[in-house]
């Protein structure tokens, strides 16, 4: 017995049924829900009649329908929530009903103006999705150059923004920007930490960084440390968060209540590269600690602040006036 039924985001109804032992899940190309149900009697009759139907074929598939083949067949995606939220951009200033082969450059460049809000780095991500989704499907893309990208931040936390944002996290939340703070690794990292990679006696985590691929020691400090001996182990990770859990409005929500909506969580590891520096951390020991693999990523994430400048600039006092000494 088939189905009908609604995916989030679109206001199309989808059909659902089993024809020759294969399973269907066609878009219906209609709101209606009283013609949906006739469409999906009619795919039922045909079925049980033993006749072959027609399936979309992928050259006029919808950018909705390129949606749905691409969730689907990434479904163990680690960011297919990311994904997601990506063609539902596309399809709010594209229209769902866009065929995909018809797609031009002139089209990109539009959806570009429409989303001049965005950073290029932002909008390069949503047209990656988008290009990967057709090339998998075998449909033409458009020409279009990726934009230049200066994903370089100068914010760092200060401590009263850091207990700002503290002060009305969560829990869980509560123990990953301090984990954060204290140890500048990335969110994503953090949130796959297992019980039995930390070792509390000795202050150190052995784990694997994601992005890199390289096995990476963390060091605890006292503050890291205490915060986690008091969080219950009532699984195998620290987190009971899965690795789909999308955070992004949570975390919006916590830095706008806070006063703070320009900073972001991964601004904890720029901030704890500056602290280092500013400690007197040589730049190799830096690069050890947040995972760094070369010297250049290494100055990027530390930010000179302005007392520094002036400190720099009136210790020329001690080498005399007019550079006399």
Same mark, same amino acid.
């Given at each position: 017995?088939?189905?009908?039924?609604?995916?989030?985001?679109?206001?199309?109804?989808? =059909?659902? $049924? +089993?024809?020759?032992?294969? %399973?269907?899940?066609?878009?219906?190309?209609?709101?209606?829900? @009283? *013609?949906?149900?006739?469409?999906?009697?009619?795919?039922?009759?045909?079925?049980?009649?033993?006749?072959?139907?027609?399936?979309?074929?992928?050259?006029?598939?919808?950018?909705?329908?390129?949606?749905?083949?691409?969730?689907?067949?990434?479904?163990?995606?680690?960011?297919?929530?990311?994904?997601?939220?990506?063609?539902?951009?596309?399809?709010?200033?594209?229209?769902?009903?866009?065929?995909?082969?018809?797609?031009?450059?002139?089209?990109?460049?539009?959806?570009?103006?429409?989303?001049?809000?965005?950073?290029?780095?932002?909008?390069?991500?949503?047209?990656?999705?988008?290009?990967?989704?057709?090339?998998?499907?075998?449909?033409?893309?458009?020409?279009?150059?990726?934009?230049?990208?200066?994903?370089?931040?100068? =914010?760092? $936390? +200060?401590?009263?923004?850091? %207990?700002?944002?503290?002060?009305?996290?969560?829990?869980?939340? @509560? *123990?990953?920007?301090?984990?954060?703070?204290?140890?500048?690794?990335?969110?994503?990292?953090?949130?796959?930490?297992?019980?039995?990679?930390?070792?509390?006696?000795?202050?150190?985590?052995?784990?694997?960084?994601?992005?890199?691929?390289?096995?990476?020691?963390?060091?605890?400090?006292?503050?890291?440390?205490?915060?986690?001996?008091?969080?219950?182990?009532?699984?195998?990770?620290?987190?009971?968060?899965?690795?789909?859990?999308?955070?992004?409005?949570?975390?919006?929500?916590?830095?706008?209540?806070?006063?703070?909506?320009?900073?972001?969580?991964?601004?904890?590891?720029?901030?704890?590269?500056?602290?280092?520096?500013?400690?007197?951390?040589?730049?190799?020991?830096?690069?050890?600690?947040?995972?760094?693999?070369?010297?250049?990523?290494?100055?990027?994430?530390?930010?000179?602040?302005?007392?520094?400048?002036?400190?720099?600039?009136?210790?020329?006092?001690?080498?005399?006036?007019?550079?006399?000494?």
């Amino acid at each position: 017995m088939g189905r009908i039924f609604k995916r989030k985001g679109s206001d199309n109804w989808y =059909l659902d $049924y +089993t024809a020759n032992g294969q %399973r269907f899940r066609p878009c219906a190309e209609t709101s209606d829900r @009283k *013609l949906a149900e006739a469409l999906l009697a009619k795919r039922e009759h045909e079925a049980f009649l033993g006749k072959h139907f027609p399936t979309v074929e992928g050259s006029d598939r919808t950018l909705e329908q390129l949606r749905d083949f691409w969730l689907a067949l990434k479904s163990e995606k680690k960011t297919i929530a990311k994904d997601a939220e990506h063609f539902t951009t596309l399809i709010r200033y594209l229209g769902a009903n866009k065929v995909c082969r018809t797609l031009t450059t002139a089209d990109i460049l539009d959806l570009r103006s429409k989303l001049a809000h965005l950073k290029p780095a932002s909008f390069n991500r949503i047209w990656e999705v988008l290009r990967a989704a057709l090339r998998k499907a075998k449909l033409p893309v458009p020409e279009f150059q990726k934009l230049a990208e200066n994903n370089e931040r100068k =914010l760092v $936390y +200060t401590p009263d923004q850091f %207990r700002k944002l503290m002060r009305n996290a969560s829990p869980a939340f @509560k *123990l990953l920007l301090i984990l954060g703070y204290h140890t500048g690794q990335r969110q994503g990292d953090i949130r796959r930490w297992r019980w039995d990679q930390v070792d509390l006696d000795r202050g150190w985590v052995q784990t694997k960084d994601a992005k890199t691929g390289f096995d990476h020691l963390v060091p605890l400090n006292a503050d890291a440390l205490a915060a986690l001996k008091k969080w219950p182990r009532t699984g195998e990770r620290i987190f009971s968060w899965s690795d789909k859990t999308n955070l992004s409005q949570y975390q919006r929500r916590l830095r706008v209540s806070a006063g703070l909506p320009d900073l972001n969580f991964h601004d904890l590891r720029h901030t704890t590269a500056t602290r280092l520096r500013q400690a007197g951390t040589d730049i190799p020991t830096i690069m050890e600690l947040l995972g760094h693999k070369s010297e250049r990523t290494a100055r990027r994430y530390q930010t000179i602040e302005k007392p520094e400048l002036r400190r720099a600039v009136a210790n020329l006092t001690r080498v005399g006036k007019g550079g006399q000494r």
